[in-house]
């Protein structure tokens, strides 16, 4: 079963927001996307491939 989290759930303008108004990082709104995926997919296989390191690498200034 996968791991649903406020951040997993909330919608991408909503994650800007909070990102813009500092409330939340970038890199915090990435892993929990990634963990999402990482508890999930293997019962579902909705991706192909996982590129994490790359997503990470892209947020950082």
Known sequence: MSRET???????VALAD???DGDLT???AV?????RIDDGDDEI?????VRAD???ERERP
Do not use: C, Q, W
């Open 6 to 12: 406020p951040l997993t759930r909330s919608s991408a």
């Open 18 to 20: 909070r990102i813009r």
């Open 26 to 28: 970038a890199t915090d």
């Open 31 to 35: 892993e929990a996307h990634l963990e």
């Open 45 to 49: 296989n909705a991706f192909v491939t």
């Open 54 to 56: 790359a997503a990470l």
